[in-house]
């Protein structure tokens, strides 16, 4: 069992920016890709960004990229996953989860493709 922790978020201005972590435990970090979802009011939980467990490959929703960056600490004092937001939109306004999948598999980009969920925090960015 992996348990994940979300923390960062807040109330920010359009333009502004936070940095999100989560923080892992109950099993060896670098087994795990590891993920950032939001889910809006009303709409499904989509993708944002993802990691793989080296730290090699790093994927971003088209709605992100070049804004948010996904980062990781595999060390076992920290087991930490980031997401830093730059340029916030209103429309990034969301709950945000970060999500655990064992390596081994192909795909990073759906919510099938993770075993844990964190309980979410709520970005909320002002218009």
């Known amino acids: 069992q992996v348990q994940l922790v979300e923390s960062g978020g807040g109330l920010v201005q359009a333009g502004g920016s936070l940095r999100l972590s989560c923080a892992a435990s109950?099993?060896?970090?670098?087994?795990?890709?590891m993920g950032w979802f939001r889910q809006a009011p009303g709409k499904e939980r989509e993708f944002v960004a993802a990691?793989?467990?080296?730290?090699?490959?790093?994927?971003?929703a088209d709605s992100v990229k070049g804004r948010f960056t996904i980062s990781r600490e595999n060390d076992n004092a920290k087991n930490t996953v980031y997401l830093q937001m730059n340029s916030l939109k209103f429309e990034d306004t969301a709950v945000y989860y970060c999500?655990?999948?064992?390596?081994?598999?192909?795909?990073?980009?759906?919510?099938?493709?993770?075993?844990?969920w964190g309980q979410g925090t709520q970005v909320t960015v002002s218009s």
């Open positions: 990691i793989r467990w080296s730290g090699s490959v790093l994927v971003y």
């Open positions: 999500a655990a999948g064992f390596r081994s598999r192909s795909r990073i980009v759906t919510t099938s493709d993770y075993d844990y």
């Open positions: 109950g099993h060896t970090f670098s087994n795990y890709d």
